[in-house]
């Protein structure tokens, strides 16, 4: 079983659509909580983070942590075309060594 | 000097020859991590260091190698290559070495034939 599982879709929604990702783990050492946004050939860019469980906002995207079920979501709201990508949610028990889930590649159409 | 900066950007590798692949990170970080990012896969740890020193590796075997230098540059090095060692090489590096403060280039395409 991998230390962090995420659905890799493909994920396709209409524009304006709102969008909800997900990972689960299984270390409860793991602290902060990642999601990272990869486009095609480029490396992953951090999106947000969050310490232990709760939510975070920031513009259209929503992070939440419920450290209880090891559950992590990220929420987009009003989704773009440009929001086309492959989101990677990461993990870290604060020793520095993320451990990546392996990618949902989202696709909003025009 | 800003960001992340990786080279080459491609490379083709025959089966057991060995490979270096290069990073320049941004002035004042002092920690750089190597990450391994198969095809529809997340980036997997390979190490990390600090301050010239490795300080936390992966599971990775011992034919891949790192070097990190005063100027903020730094080296993955691969001996004996498979076929399995393709993939995008990832560079990331951090001024805190904290898990949400790294910063990622956009990686090296090593292909082994």
């Known amino acids: 079983q991998k230390e962090v599982e995420q659905d890799p879709g493909p994920l396709s929604v209409p524009e304006g659509a709102i969008v909800s990702l997900n990972c689960t783990y299984s270390n409860s050492a793991f602290q902060y909580f990642m999601w990272y946004r990869q486009y095609s050939r480029k490396g992953p860019e951090l999106l947000m983070y969050t310490y232990s469980s709760g939510n975070k906002e920031d513009g259209r995207f929503t992070a939440q942590v419920d450290k209880s079920s090891k559950y992590i979501s990220l929420f987009i709201r009003d989704s773009q075309p440009s929001d086309s990508a492959t989101y990677l949610c990461?993990?870290?028990?604060?020793?520095?060594?993320?451990?990546f889930g392996s990618g949902t590649r989202l696709q909003v159409q025009p | 000097e800003t960001g992340v900066t990786q080279s080459p950007t491609h490379l083709i590798k025959t089966r057991g020859q060995q490979v270096t692949l290069r990073c320049s990170s941004q002035?004042?970080?002092?920690?750089v991590s190597w990450y391994q990012q198969a095809l529809g896969q997340g980036p997997q740890f390979i190490f990390q260091?600090?301050?010239?020193?490795?300080?936390g590796r992966g599971n990775f075997p011992p034919r891949f190698s790192g070097l990190q230098f005063p100027n903020y540059s730094s080296e993955l090095n691969v001996n004996a290559l498979e076929l399995d060692d393709s993939a995008l090489y990832l560079c990331?590096?951090?001024?805190?070495?904290?898990?949400?403060?790294?910063?990622f280039g956009s990686g090296t395409r090593l292909t082994v034939v």
């Open positions: 002035s004042g970080h002092n920690t």
């Open positions: 990331a590096s951090s001024p805190t070495g904290e898990g949400y403060g790294y910063t």
């Open positions: 990461a993990t870290d028990t604060g020793r520095r060594a993320l451990t």
């Open positions: 260091y600090y301050r010239e020193e490795e300080n």
